[in-house]
């Protein structure tokens, strides 16, 4: 066995003794210890060979620790290394931009996913008009929630139907001249005096707008950052919305007491029981909180279904609004006192209108 050093990285390196790989030029001194042969070239800086620079014809490399000094053994039947060439190793190295292609390309189904064709100039400017009209309306309709508002503090605190009506007339006027909405089920809503929890799927940011012209006074709940826009945050502060952080679990547990709170007083909640919007129109998980509220104050839980908002306004995509129509279905409200059930008897209840619709 021999060690040779090499004259610009000097790696201490142990090689097969047939190898001969040690020349002359390398200026190296020789000594002769238990069968091996050590040598090392005038520099002072001992650099061991790394993965990068060690031949790509599979030799086994072992890191060991000796006398303070990281010493690397190549074992191999031969070994063939030239004289380092510095051209000829950046050549071997790997580029920066490597592009992979995966064994997962074409296997998706496209028929789970919403269809995002190619964003056309129509749908661009449909959605800046979008936001034109419901500014415009709502500078106008906030003076009046404004000015009403002690009085709705005063003579119906926990429901606030004064506000929700002008509510009602803000989203209407938004959404009448770009969307159509199609009702099925108004028979199964609960009358306005009766407290209940209600449910729906979440696919867009159009929802709010298509419930809110259901023209009930139910209590939302949404992100506390919300709270801060200009006039809409206002606006929902007037309406009584329940403020979440949701990665926040004492605010959690305040907002579920503060809707058991709201429902012994007589006012609605509503809930997306998935949490937030689905990306790809399927129906995701249902967590419980709702379906506790309803178990322990005993209103009835309404299943609600929305069909469309997802195509028109896709999530992510709020800036453009396509042309198209919205259903909404109202099911027969669901009673029970044990979350878990009423929680998966009306996910399977919306889940089978979104398939039969499909």
């Known amino acids: 066995m021999e060690v040779a050093s090499h004259p610009i990285h000097n790696p201490l390196l142990l090689c097969n003794r047939r ?27 001992t650099i061991l060979r790394s993965s990068s620079n060690s031949p790509s014809n599979g030799s086994l490399h072992i890191t060991r620790k000796h006398v303070g000094v990281f010493w690397t053994y190549c074992l191999q039947e031969e070994f063939k290394w030239p004289l380092f060439d510095y051209k000829v190793n ?12 995966s064994e997962l390309v074409g296997s998706a189904t496209p028929d789970l996913a919403y269809p995002l064709s190619e964003t056309k100039l129509g749908s661009k400017v449909r ?33 606030r139907k004064a506000q929700f009506f002008i509510a009602k007339i803000w989203a209407r006027l938004t959404v009448a001249p770009f969307l159509k909405i199609k009702y099925e089920g108004l028979e199964n809503l609960p009358s306005s005096d009766v407290p209940a929890v209600y449910v729906s799927n979440h696919q867009s940011f159009l929802d709010i707008y298509t419930l809110l012209t259901l023209g009930r006074s ?18 929902m502060f007037m309406l009584g919305v329940i403020p979440l952080k949701r990665m926040d679990s004492r605010s959690q547990l305040e907002c579920l007491k ?16 998935e949490g937030t919007r689905s990306r790809d129109g399927k ?40 042309c198209g129509s919205v259903t909404v279905v109202i099911h027969r409200p669901v009673e029970g006192s044990n979350p878990e059930l009423l929680c998966n008897e009306v996910r399977k209840t919306i889940a089978n209108s979104l398939h039969e619709q499909s």
């Open 127 to 159: 959605g800046i008009c979008f936001y034109a009209v419901t500014a415009i309306t709502a500078i106008f309709l906030f003076v009046l929630m404004l000015m009403q508002h002690p009085f709705v503090l005063l003579l119906d605190r926990y429901q």
């Open 283 to 322: 129906l995701g998980t249902f967590k419980k909180g709702a379906f506790s509220v309803a178990a322990k104050t005993g209103v009835p839980v309404v299943p609600i279904t929305l069909m469309g908002t997802g195509k028109i306004m896709p999530p992510g995509m709020e800036s453009i609004l396509n």
């Open 218 to 235: 139910f209590k939302f709940i949404s992100k506390t950052a919300i709270f801060l826009f200009p006039i809409i945050g206002w606006a």
């Open 19 to 45: 190898t001969s790989f040690c020349s002359s030029s390398f200026s190296s001194l020789f000594y002769f210890h238990k069968g091996l042969h050590f040598g090392h070239t005038p520099f002072k800086r």
């Open 258 to 273: 503060r809707c058991i709170e709201l429902v012994k007083k007589g006012a609605s909640v509503f809930f997306f029981p």
């Open 90 to 101: 950046k050549q071997n190295k790997l580029p920066r931009k490597t592009v992979v292609r």
